[in-house]
T-cell receptor, first 113, second 114 residues
């Protein structure tokens, strides 16, 4: 079963607006990662935030992590049509000394031109 | 070697047939993962290799599923006696031992069982 839950399940905004997606999880984690998936394609890693970090930036992406609330958010600023995709959070847990990713169900983001 | 390669990209098979998928990870990555993704859902973990050793299999992986990674290089995932419920995207990902970033995923193999 999947650990993470993304909210909202679907989001539609106008180009240029900011998009915020949230993720909640249930167990202790080593890190939390966000991935993007274009329709019918594989996943592309966007950003990783460690459990001892609270905020991380990468270009137009901003990720926050609140381990006390077991939640994370992904903010995409100044959205573009090319940002249209599904976004997944994934929690990293140790498995036989290595990481195993557990994914949420994703947020489907549509950017309208 | 620019990424994780999966073949074939698409596979249509009749129920009851066996299918095999191949994954070629990034060459210096010793860790390889298989995930399955159905429409509208996130990927679900199937199995994990460290070098040639298969260290964990999910309960999702029934006896009809088997995965190998001979010599710790490419990996194959075989499904025997396919069922319609096996229809999904099968994703492979790899990661280096010292990886401090995310996983690198392949484009997946989409299986349709008719």
């Amino acid at each position: 079963s999947q650990q993470g839950e993304e909210d909202p399940q679907a989001l539609s905004i106008q180009e240029g607006e900011n998009a915020t997606m949230n993720c909640s999880y249930k167990t202790s984690i080593n890190n939390l990662q966000w991935y993007r998936q274009n329709s019918g394609r594989g996943l592309v890693h966007l950003i990783l935030i460690r459990s001892n970090e609270r905020e991380k930036h990468s270009g137009r992406l901003r990720v926050t992590l609140d381990t006390s609330k077991k939640s994370s958010s992904l903010l995409i600023t100044a959205s573009r049509a090319a940002d249209t995709a599904s976004y997944f959070c994934a929690t990293g847990a140790l498995l036989q000394g290595a990481q195993k990713l557990v994914f949420g169900q994703g947020t489907r983001l549509t950017i309208n031109p | 070697d620019t990424g994780v390669s999966q073949n074939p990209r698409h596979k249509i098979t009749k129920r009851g047939q066996n299918v095999t998928f191949r994954c070629d990870p990034i060459s210096e990555h010793n860790r390889l993962y298989w995930y399955r993704q159905t429409l509208g859902q996130g990927p679900e973990f199937l199995t994990y290799f460290q070098n040639e050793a298969q260290l964990e299999k999910s309960r999702l992986l029934s006896d009809r599923f088997s995965a190998e990674r001979p010599k710790g290089s490419f990996s194959t995932l075989e499904i025997q006696r396919t069922e319609q419920g096996d229809s999904a995207m099968y994703l492979c990902a790899s990661r280096s031992r010292q990886g401090r970033s995310g996983y690198t995923f392949g484009s997946g193999t989409r299986l349709t069982v008719v």
